[in-house]
């Protein structure tokens, strides 16, 4: 019973700002890489960063020097700050986890319900 819930999502003008947030929640024994996917109206869902539990991020080269994902471990949360929005980023955004349940448990992956975020003038 893991729960992901994402929050920061809504309207902003090009060149602005919005900080999203994810927290993890329920019977979680370990959570390993986190990651923000997003998915366009018509398009594929495709990642836009991820973070290892050491707190090293990687991002789509689309974001680059815009966005900057942290974690915080304590709070089984992450983030992603996202600068200099552009319209293409316009997307429902989703937080992933890969995480295990229990001690011995299987790893797997946990999605979020997803944020809107829309970039518009």
């Known amino acids: 019973q893991v729960q992901l819930v994402e929050s920061g999502g809504g309207l902003v003008q090009p060149g602005g700002s919005l900080r999203l947030s994810c927290a993890a929640s329920?019977?979680?024994?370990?959570?390993?890489?986190m990651g923000w996917y997003r998915q366009a109206p018509g398009k594929q869902r495709e990642l836009v960063a991820r973070?290892?539990?050491?707190?090293?991020?990687n991002y789509a080269d689309s974001v680059k020097g815009r966005f900057t994902m942290s974690r915080d471990n304590g709070k089984n949360t992450v983030y992603l700050q996202m600068n200099v929005l552009k319209p293409e980023d316009t997307a429902v955004y989703y937080c992933?986890?890969?995480?295990?349940?229990?001690?011995?448990?299987?790893?797997?992956?946990?999605w979020g319900q997803g944020t809107q975020v829309t970039v518009s003038s």
């Open positions: 992933n986890a890969n995480l295990v349940t229990t001690r011995y448990g299987n790893w797997a992956d946990y």
């Open positions: 329920g019977s979680i024994f370990s959570i390993g890489v």
């Open positions: 973070i290892t539990t050491g707190g090293r991020p």
